[in-house]
């Protein structure tokens, strides 16, 4: 991309941010400990990754650097960030340059809200892990794996580590019943205040405790096999504590996301009214059906931050604010991509190819349908009409902005319209992928089986999506003969990445 430098980032720390850690990679530190550990019996419950002694003949881009450097890493990688090795700047840094690169990918400006490259996909975010929130939660599950570990050996020795370290931070006031519980959680209460100022050393149980209190995390120690995390909602075991804690992570990330108080959070807020399906995941994953086109303009319609008069951070108050086309409204993504007199093709083209597809899916269905029929003595055409059990059933097709308010009056307006002429079912989509919870009300009325529907919703939000990026690539490029190569306008400022 021209003026835009290029970031190289190692494959693996993508792979690790991206995907997560292979499940068996619960290294602990201590050599003492992992001698222990390694000559116990039975079946282990920490598995260790790869060892980090020299490979015999290995020889970087050789076949064997294919085929061990990247387990290596992504063991390597797991291992110190539990064990509290890499320094809370260094990650900091790091995932800074990580924001950075995703940036380029998802052609973004550089003031895009960081909350957009943690939450969760299905309301528009990238879905990606935090280094710094990732290091906390494979610390605390570090922790709690090993406090509950099957072998006996391993865990009277790790409980004992425990217990030592919270006497010591007492020293010689420690209560006769020791707070672990509360130790671990990062709670102050009870005079845990003091243990800061406490020459305790540090260790796996004095980062454990920072971790819980820096995300917020309770760890309940009520019985020897008992022990859980807990945080937000969720509650989770030690073997499942990763999952669980970077779900909880992604909550969080997407909460912010749908209440930034900016303009960025609005259409993730229409997307999040949809949230158990995986259609919108699919979009961003590496089978992605959208074209360079559409992921050119995707992310930074969504979070509505394209070059557009209408937004003040492009245009100042003095500068014409109307659309540079139609002269009409402010130039904003609700206006282009609904409002726009010369859009209005390709907004109907976008219309047409759902109602297709609607089409498609009742025919299948056995239902013998009409399209665009004017209902007798009226001039009102309904986009789609068949009959059920005797009596008028029309399907009419509304595509508005992603916003929940948006979406509730296009459905309420078609309903209005229709209701006095037979049993109507608005399909309301948002021109950005979100799908109205009353569509599936079409479902259950008509019996069409969960896999059909689920197809037709897929393909329907992708049609809307598809549909859109033509109309803004149109945009902002009307009149070019190849408007597909040409680039989106130059920001006028350029700030740093937000760093927190």
């Excluded at 494959?11 to 290294?27: E, K, M, N, Y």
């Excluded at 998802?106 to 892990?129: E, I, M, Q, S």
């Excluded at 296009?410 to 319209?417: C, P």
């Excluded at 992708?462 to 190569?485: T, Y």
């Amino acid at each position: 991309m021209k003026g835009r430098p290029t970031y190289i980032v190692p494959d693996f720390i993508l792979t690790h941010i991206t995907q997560g850690s292979p499940s068996d990679v619960r290294q602990m530190s201590g050599s003492d400990v992992e001698y222990i550990f390694l000559i116990s019996s039975g079946q282990p419950d920490i598995r260790f990754g790869c060892p980090m002694d020299p490979i015999p003949g290995f020889e970087l881009g050789s076949p064997a650097s294919q085929t061990n450097i990247i387990p290596l890493c992504q063991s390597s990688l797991s291992h110190h960030l539990a064990s509290g090795r890499v320094l809370k700047d260094c990650l900091t840094q790091l995932d800074t340059e990580c924001r950075k690169f995703l940036g380029l990918i998802c052609n973004l400006p550089n003031h895009a809200t960081v909350p957009f490259f943690y939450a969760d996909r299905r309301v528009g975010g990238l879905g990606t892990c935090r280094l710094t929130d990732d290091a906390d939660i494979w610390t605390i599950a570090r922790a709690a794996q090993l406090l509950t570990c099957r072998d006996p050996t391993v865990r009277n020795i790790c409980r004992e580590q425990l217990h030592d370290t919270i006497r010591r931070g007492f020293r010689n006031e420690h209560p006769g019943v020791l707070p672990v519980g509360e130790y671990l959680s990062g709670s102050v209460d009870g005079g845990l205040y003091r243990l800061r100022y406490a020459e305790a050393g540090s260790n796996l149980w004095t980062l454990a405790r920072q971790a819980a209190k820096r995300l917020g995390v309770r760890i309940d120690v009520s019985g020897d096999e008992n022990l859980k995390i807990v945080a937000d909602d969720v509650s989770v075991s030690p073997v499942k504590a990763v999952r669980g804690l970077r779900k909880v992570a992604r909550q969080r990330y997407t909460r912010n996301l749908i209440s930034d108080k900016s303009h960025q959070g609005v259409v993730a807020t229409g997307l999040s009214l949809e949230d158990k399906s995986k259609d919108m995941a699919r979009l961003v994953s590496c089978r992605t059906p959208l074209s360079f086109r559409d992921w050119r303009y995707l992310h930074r319609a969504r979070l509505d931050i394209l070059p557009l008069r209408g937004h003040s951070w492009f245009c100042s108050q003095e500068q014409d604010t109307s659309c540079r086309r139609c002269g009409k409204e402010n130039e904003t993504g609700f206006h282009v991509l609904n409002h726009c007199e010369e859009g209005l093709q390709l907004a109907t083209k976008r219309h047409n190819t759902i109602q297709d597809l609607l089409e498609s899916l009742l025919v299948k269905q056995g239902h013998d349908v009409t399209i665009n029929n004017a209902i007798p003595g009226q001039r009102l055409r309904p986009d789609v009409e068949f009959q059920l059990s005797g009596s008028r059933v029309m399907v009419d097709v509304v595509v508005c902005y992603d916003q929940p308010g948006s979406m509730e009056n296009a459905y309420q307006r078609k309903y209005d319209k229709y209701s006095s002429h037979g049993r109507i079912l608005p399909l309301v989509v948002g021109s950005l992928g979100s799908w109205y919870p009353r569509n599936d009300e079409i479902r259950s009325i008509l019996g069409i089986n969960g896999r059909s529907w689920g197809a037709f919703r897929f393909k329907a939000r992708l049609a809307a999506i598809q549909g859109s990026m033509e109309m803004v690539c149109a945009h902002f490029h009307h009149g070019a003969p190849n408007p597909e190569a040409e680039d989106i306008p130059p920001f006028p400022v350029e700030t740093p990445y937000p760093v927190d």
